[in-house]
C-alpha cells in the first residue's frame, strides 16, 4: 500500500528542477574546484620552500616545481578547457579530480611514497566525488586512487632526511597501503551514501514545497472566481433586463431580430456559467468558509478521489462539539494524498474515523488492502523508501520496488499543521493511518 501517488508526486516533481540545477548544469560549481585547487597549491609550494630553504632537505626541486605548476596552469585552463559555466558537468568534474590525484601521486613518488605523512591527502579528490558525483564517477576515481596508492607502495623515491634518506621497512609501507585503501573504499561509500541521502531529502522537499504551492494557487484561483462572479453578476443583470426589453420591443419582421435573439442568448449562458463558478469555489478550492467541521473536511479531501468500486465511510461523533479544523490548502492535500492512497490499495471499502476531546483530535483512516510491508513500516515517511516485496500494492509502489514522494509530502505538509502520523497494519488485516493533532496547535497554525 501507499505509493508515492500519481496526483499528488507527478506535478510536484516536474517541478524540482526549479529548486535544484538541472539540464546542463553540473554537480560541482566550477569555482568552488578552482579554489580548492588554488589552496593546494599554495600548500604544496610552502611545503616545497620549507623543505628546501628551512630544513635543507635533499629533494628535486626542479621536477617538483614543475608538477606544482602544471596544476597552477590547470587551473588557470579550466575556463577554456570546460566552458565559463557556473557549474562543471560532470565528466569535466571527475577528469579534473581524476588530473589532481595524478598530480599529487607524482609529488609523492618524488617525495617518499607512501612512507610521506601527505599520503594521505590522496583521500581528498575521493571524497570530493563521492559528495558531489555519481556512483559510477566515484568508482572510477576510486579505482584510479587504489591503483595509484598500489604504485606508491612498490615505486618511489626514498624520502629525503636531515642524514640522506629516510627508508621505511616494507611490514610498514604495506599497513599504510592497506590503511589507505581501506579508508578510500569506506569514505567513498560512506560520503556517497550520506550525499545521496540528501540530495533525496532535498529533491523530496522540493517536490513537497512545489505541492503546496500548488494547492495554494488552485485556492487563489478559486477566490478570484468568487470575486469575478460576485462583480460581473451586476452588470450582467443589467445586460440581460435590457436585452429582454429589446427582444420585446423589436418586431419579429425586424432586420436586428436575429441579433437580439443572440445577445440574449449569449447573456442567458453566461448567467450559466457565472453560477457554476459561484458554485465551484464552494466545492473545489476551499475558499468559501475558512473553518469547518472535522467530519467535513474529511468528506472534502476525499471527494475528488473517490471511485465507485470503493466504499468511503466516515465516522464520527454526532454532536455540535465537533472540532472546526482551517480549510487549509496544506491539510487539504496533505490529508486527501492519504485518503487517495488507501482508495487506491483498497479491495473494498475506507473507513475513516474521527475521534476527539477536549483537547485533541485523531482521525483514522483504514483500508482492507494488503497492508504495510513490515520491513519498511517504521520508516514511512521518509523519501525514496525501496523494497524487495514483489507485491507493488504491499510495498506501496508504482513499479513494486520504489516508494514514491507522496507520504513523505503528506507527512510534512501536516508536520508542518501540528500533526503527527503512525501507520500501522492492524491485527484484522488492512492498513491504518493515524493522523493526531493538538486542537491548540491545529487552531494557531490557521
Known sequence: MYPGDTQAETAPTAQIGK???TGSEGPIRRRTLTLIRWIAIVGQSVALFVAEYWLHLAIPLVPL????????????????????????????????????????????????????????????????????????STAILVALAVT???????????????????????LFIGSIWAGLVLATVFIAVYVASLASEGRA??????????????????????GLAALVTHELGSPLSTIKLVAKELQR?????????????????EVERCGVLLAEM??????????AYNLLPVLTLMELAAEPHSREEIRIRFVAKRDPAMPLLPRDP?????????????????????????????????????DD????????????????????????????????????????????????????????NPPLGGAEVAISWQLDQIRMSD
Not at 251 to 260: C, T
Not at 405 to 414: D, H, M
Request: negative net charge.
Open 65 to 136: 616545481t614543475a608538477l606544482i605548476l602544471a596544476s597552477a596552469l590547470v587551473n588557470l585552463a579550466t575556463p577554456a578547457m570546460v566552458g565559463r559555466g557556473l557549474w562543471l558537468t560532470e565528466a569535466a568534474a571527475a577528469r579534473l579530480l581524476g588530473f589532481d590525484l595524478l598530480q599529487l601521486s607524482g609529488l609523492l613518488v618524488l617525495t617518499g611514497g607512501l612512507s610521506n605523512p601527505f599520503s594521505v591527502l590522496i583521500l581528498a579528490p575521493v571524497t570530493v566525488s563521492a559528495s558531489t558525483l555519481s556512483a559510477r
Open 201 to 222: 531529502v532535498g529533491h523530496a522537499l522540493a517536490a513537497t514545497q512545489a505541492a503546496l504551492s500548488r494547492e495554494q494557487q488552485l485556492a487563489s484561483l478559486g
Open 278 to 287: 459561484a458554485v465551484r469555489p464552494a466545492t473545489d478550492s476551499g475558499m
Open 19 to 21: 529548486f535544484h540545477g
Open 249 to 265: 420591443d423589436i418586431p419579429e419582421d425586424s432586420p436586428w431580430r436575429a441579433d437580439i435573439d443572440l445577445l440574449t442568448e
Open 330 to 366: 496544506a491539510l487539504l492535500h496533505g490529508i486527501g494524498t492519504l485518503l487517495q492512497n488507501a482508495i487506491q490499495f483498497a479491495k473494498s471499502e475506507v473507513v475513516v474515523t474521527c475521534r476527539w476531546n477536549d483537547k485533541s483530535l485523531t482521525v483514522l483512516i483504514a
Open 369 to 424: 488492502g494488503l497492508g504495510f510491508d513490515p520491513a519498511l513500516l517504521d520508516r514511512l515517511g521518509e523519501p525514496y523508501l525501496s523494497s524487495d516485496r514483489p507485491d507493488p500494492r504491499a510495498i506501496g509502489s508504482d513499479s513494486g520496488s520504489h516508494m514514491g514522494l507522496g507520504v513523505f509530502i503528506a507527512k510534512t505538509l501536516l508536520g508542518h499543521r501540528g500533526a503527527s502520523i503512525k501507520f500501522s
Open 148 to 170: 595509484l596508492e598500489t604504485v606508491l607502495a612498490v615505486w618511489y623515491l626514498p624520502m629525503p632526511w636531515f642524514d640522506g634518506a629516510l627508508l621505511m621497512e616494507p
